[in-house]
């Protein structure tokens, strides 16, 4: 099966901080998503890549960017952390045209 | 308006009951995909579907193309079917969400 992994579960950083969440992928999936997800609005898209060095804003970059440096591994970075970015940050990767794998979710607490 | 939008928001059954979740969408689709949440889980892939019908176990995945509307099925329900149910509709490589609707199945 194919495993997606978020290097953790809960964090808590202080406003102003820069966090870094890292997603890891071990099946040779060139896209690779980072959504958050709030009560009552969904799953949103933040970024995504199709490819290693590649990637695409989705409905709502603003304060964050994203690194691929290597296929297997998607890195979303707060670069000053808000308290509005108080979320569950999951990560997913899928093949071209098939199903989409998640990570477990970084519940992520901004003080 | 959200692209894909799921009905009921929530929704509570006794265990043994039929249950029925609805996606409408309004875009053009490669494939629709229903997914299970469970609190605190992870999220995990159901079905894709592209057209007809798929089952697996007690649940059953319809989708209409020509009406972009889908069913999700679960047939004699058990507490364990408690988690929330997503929509999720595929446009070449980038995914978009209902908001999910969330079930609880009483013994």
């Known amino acids: 099966d194919v495993k997606v992994t978020q290097s953790s579960r809960y964090l808590v950083k202080r406003t102003g901080e820069k966090v870094f969440l890292e997603c890891v992928q071990d099946?040779?999936?060139?896209?690779m998503f980072w959504y958050r997800q709030d009560p009552g609005l969904g799953l949103r898209l933040i970024y995504f890549?199709?490819?290693?060095?590649?990637?695409e804003k989705g409905d709502i970059p603003e304060g964050y960017s994203v690194s691929r440096e290597k296929k297997e591994r998607f890195s979303l970075i707060l670069e000053s952390a808000s308290t509005n970015q108080t979320s569950m940050y999951l990560c997913?990767?899928?093949?071209?045209?098939?199903?989409?794998?998640f990570g477990s979710g970084t519940q992520l607490s901004v003080l | 308006k959200n692209e894909v939008e799921q009905s009921p928001q929530n929704l509570t059954a006794q265990e043994g009951e039929f249950i029925t979740i609805n996606c409408s969408y309004s875009?053009?689709?490669?494939?629709l995909h229903w997914l299970q949440q469970h609190p605190g889980g992870g999220i995990v892939s159901l079905f894709m579907?592209?057209?007809g019908k798929k089952k697996h176990g007690r649940l059953i995945a319809t989708i209409n193309i020509q009406e972009k509307h889908s069913s999700l099925h679960i047939t004699a329900s058990h507490p364990r079917d408690s988690a929330v149910y997503i929509c999720?509709?595929?446009?070449?490589?980038?995914?978009?969400f209902g908001t999910g609707t969330s079930l609880t199945v009483i013994p």
């Open positions: 997913a990767s899928s093949l071209s045209g098939e199903k989409l794998f």
């Open positions: 099946m040779d999936h060139e896209n």
């Open positions: 890549s199709y490819d290693v060095k590649m990637k």
């Open positions: 875009v053009g689709i490669s494939a």
């Open positions: 579907l592209s057209s």
């Open positions: 999720a509709v595929r446009r070449g490589n980038q995914f978009y």
